[in-house]
C-alpha cells in the first residue's frame, strides 16, 4: 500500500483582493510520487506548490503532511528565480558550506555530506571553481544541490529548466530521475513537458481554478 506524504483537502485560494484562482482542490502526493504539474502561464501552478511547501496558506482547506517514523518529511526548494551573484567570489564549494546550517554553527561535519551531493549533482570537477566561471546548466545543478543540503524527503521545483539548452534540460532531468530512483519524492512545476514526460509517474494538469490527473498519453488534450 502507497504510503500518503502530503494531501490537500478541499482547499481554496486567493490572493488579497482578488477571486481564487484555485477552488476545492483535492491532492493526495505518495512517497515515491514523481509528480509533474503541468498547465499553461498564468494557471496557478506555482501558486499550488508553494501551499504544498506550506509558504502560501489558503483561505479554505487544510495541507496535511504525514510523518514518517517520528519525524515529518525534511523538503527542499529549487524555486523559480534561483539567483546568486555569479559575481561574488565564491567556490561551488564555499557557496554549498555557506548555505549549510551546519557550516553556520562551525561544524566541519558538513563536508562529507557536501562532497556527496557534489558527487550526486556531477559538479565533483567544479567544486572549486568560482560561480562566475560556470555554464547555465552548472549552475542550476548549483542551486539542486543546495535543495539537497537538509537531505529532504520532498523536493520541489519550480520551472527547474527554465532558460537552458536542451542538452543542460536532459542532464538536470537525468539527475532528478536517478534522484528518484533513489528514493526521493519529486514534486516539479513546467509549462513545457515533453522531456520529462519519460521520467513522470504521475501528470496534474492545473487550469481554470481546477487540477485534473491526466495520464502520459491524455495530457495534451485535456
Do not use: C
Amino acid at each position: 500500500m502507497k504510503e500518503k506524504i502530503l494531501h490537500l483537502d478541499n482547499v481554496t485560494f486567493a490572493y488579497p483582493g482578488n477571486t481564487p484562482i484555485l477552488e476545492d482542490i483535492e491532492l493526495e502526493i505518495y512517497r515515491g510520487d514523481f509528480f509533474v504539474i503541468l498547465g499553461p502561464n498564468g494557471s496557478a501552478k506555482t501558486t499550488l506548490l508553494k501551499i504544498m511547501l506550506g509558504l502560501l496558506k489558503p483561505q479554505k482547506g487544510t495541507l496535511k503532511i504525514y510523518k514518517s517514523g517520528i519525524a515529518s518529511p525534511h523538503m527542499g526548494y529549487l524555486p523559480q528565480k534561483a539567483s546568486f551573484n555569479q559575481g561574488f567570489p565564491a567556490t561551488v564549494r564555499e557557496v554549498l558550506e555557506m548555505t549549510s546550517k551546519k557550516a553556520a554553527l562551525g561544524n566541519n561535519d558538513q563536508y562529507p555530506q557536501i562532497n556527496a551531493i557534489l558527487e550526486k549533482v556531477e559538479l565533483q570537477e567544479k567544486s572549486n571553481s568560482l560561480l562566475g566561471t560556470l555554464s547555465g546548466g552548472q549552475l542550476q545543478r548549483v542551486f539542486l544541490a543546495r535543495a539537497l543540503l537538509n537531505n529532504p524527503q520532498i523536493l520541489f521545483l519550480d520551472e527547474p529548466v527554465n532558460n537552458l539548452d536542451i542538452q543542460a534540460q536532459n542532464e538536470l532531468y537525468k539527475l532528478l530521475h536517478n534522484l528518484h530512483q533513489e528514493g526521493l519524492t519529486i514534486i516539479t512545476v513546467t509549462h513545457d513537458p515533453d522531456s520529462i514526460l519519460n521520467y513522470a509517474s504521475r501528470l496534474l494538469y492545473v487550469d481554470k481554478k481546477k487540477i485534473t490527473e491526466v495520464t502520459k498519453e491524455n495530457w495534451g488534450v485535456v
